[in-house]
């Protein structure tokens, strides 16, 4: 009361202008996304095929996927993926952004190095399939050529880590890009300092560069691993989740589920769970690689 | 004085580099020896596409290790593209199977142009909104959007293929860009950090001044905001460009709404399981890549600078 023109100006509210610029997104939010996203969940609790009304039949989906065999091995595939790509995949990425800070500032290098990033997992998929191809392909007339044993790379055993390097060629640039940048964030000083107290590369490299870089590792972490568990793409255009179930990642599994079987329900069972397993992974990425985040505030 | 201090600290930083260059004979070869064979086995994949594309697919079998092209021909290029006859096709090992990557290169172009074209910019009004603008519930609005960014794509991709299939847009462009045209939650994720870090008082004065947000918007913040929206724009091409799961189960029905990345795939499983037409096969994989490789080879600086970015921001 005592201040009239302040109690207007607080009570003016730009609720009105600002709906014509944030309409269309909540549109394609609501449309697109929180409605589809509910109707996943609804339709995790029905039985559906595409050509009759879901039924609800409640927790069967879940029951059905407990006790199904294939859908956990679809668990252990994804997870033997998942670990070979991003163990592989991180510790290169880090080796080489690295080398990237210490050895050259060229922009040219790091565009080559991020090139295989730019082409679709399906093109990348082809060239490797092609060049590990067992009677034609270059790695294994190579080993002909030396007279070594040829090597079956998509074998019910090394399919899923051949997968797995393919990927990591195509990821490592761009993986190694982000923790490059991270890198470049951290002051020279700190390094002054550790060379002034004598400190050797790999301990500076332990005590100072890994701790500093946590919180942008953190961020890589949490992409790569939530894009990692999804595979699809390298997968479908080359063994299609074979020989038998070998391949059988979790996606491959909900798109066979629901286009191939038509049972959408319980491809929205399977989906839904993968979202659950993800969400608790990012969870825990955070809260484990972020906690304590002392070491310099960013 | 604060330029002063720059200036000494820059000076600082230029010792501190010099004196971690003087590095060992031994580690110099090591780093050095390392980086070029990073570099090799990062390019050498593309090379030999290259190669294999302008081989015949029937004769590569007599020298699978030659780093030149086996009996250099165009006919992979024709192939893919559609211009060959059957006859021709099967004389040099193709499959005789019916693709057409000039088509489906014009596909993957219009539905990227739109979709980056639309998504960024409505992205960018909603990024406005929950910066700039200032109401009641902002925050809690924009969270929605947070939530979006975490919840996986292929949880989505069942529901809204329903969607799409009751709206009858299933085997259309539409049908692929439409759930992408309003928005990306990453997108507005991007722009609302770039708004809320840079000095808009600009903006405050122009309101004062009575100008409409509609006009601020277009005027002052779109092009001061320029370099991070070519940035998103970049980004969200190469995304939508490589995408692979969505277009497939949309429009992998008919020729005419077959992207790129779905048409490599369907000749890839046309082609005889025994003998594969490498060569055809190389040769789409190839005209596919084409748009990317030029686009690293005159916009690389800005893509390697767009990735750096969103990984600190």
Known sequence: ?298 | MSDKIQTKRQSRNQEASESTIKRSLGSKIFGYGSLTIIVLVTLFPVYWMLRTALSTSKTLFSDPTSLMPVNFTMGGFARALGLSTNAQALAEGGSGASVNFSLYFMNSVIVCVILTVCQVAFSAAAAYAFSILKFKGRDAIFFLFVIALTVPGIFLVLPNFLLIRELHLVNSLFGIMLPGLLMAPFAIFFLRQFFLGTNLSIVEAAVIDGANHFRIFRQIVIPIAWPQIITLAILQFIGAWNDYLWPFYVGSGKPESTVLTVGLGVFKSQTPQGSPDWSGLMAAALIAAIPMILLMIFAGKKIVGSIQASAVK
Do not use: C
């Open chain 1, 1 to 298: 009361m005592a201040n009239p023109v302040v109690a207007k100006r607080k009570r003016k509210s730009d609720f009105l202008t600002a709906l014509p610029f944030m309409g269309p997104a909540l549109i394609g939010l609501s449309v697109f996304v929180l409605i589809p996203g509910i109707r996943g969940i609804y339709l995790s609790f029905t039985e559906y095929n595409i050509f009759r009304a879901p039924k609800f039949i409640g927790l069967d989906n879940y029951t059905r996927m407990i006790a199904d065999p294939v859908f956990w091995n679809a668990l252990w595939v994804t997870l033997e993926y998942v670990i070979i790509n991003i163990g592989i995949q991180t510790v290169l990425a880090l080796f080489i952004a690295v080398l990237m800070q210490r050895y050259t500032r060229s922009t040219v290098i790091r565009g080559i190095i991020l090139l295989p990033y730019l082409f679709s997992n399906v093109i990348v998929a082809l060239v490797w399939y092609w060049l590990t191809d067992y009677n034609l392909g270059l790695i294994n007339s190579v080993l002909d050529f030396f007279s070594i044993d040829k090597f079956t790379f998509f074998s019910d055993v090394t399919a899923m880590p051949t997968i797995a390097l393919i990927n990591v060629w195509r990821h490592v640039g761009y993986t190694a890009l982000l923790i490059f940048a991270g890198l470049q964030a951290i002051p020279k000083d700190v390094y002054d300092a550790a060379a002034v107290d004598g400190a050797g590369e790999w301990r500076t490299f332990r005590s100072i560069t890994l701790p500093l870089l946590r919180p942008v590792l953190a961020f890589v972490m949490v992409i790569t691993v939530t894009g990692s568990f999804q595979i699809f793409d390298t997968i479908a255009v080359t063994t299609k989740g074979g020989p038998i179930h070998a391949t059988e990642t979790f996606s491959i599994l909900i798109s066979k589920t629901a286009w191939g079987n038509n049972e959408f329900g319980y491809a929205s069972a399977i989906s839904v769970a993968l979202m659950v397993m993800l969400s608790i992974i990012a969870f825990a990425q955070t809260k484990l690689l972020s906690a304590n985040q002392s070491d310099m505030d960013r």
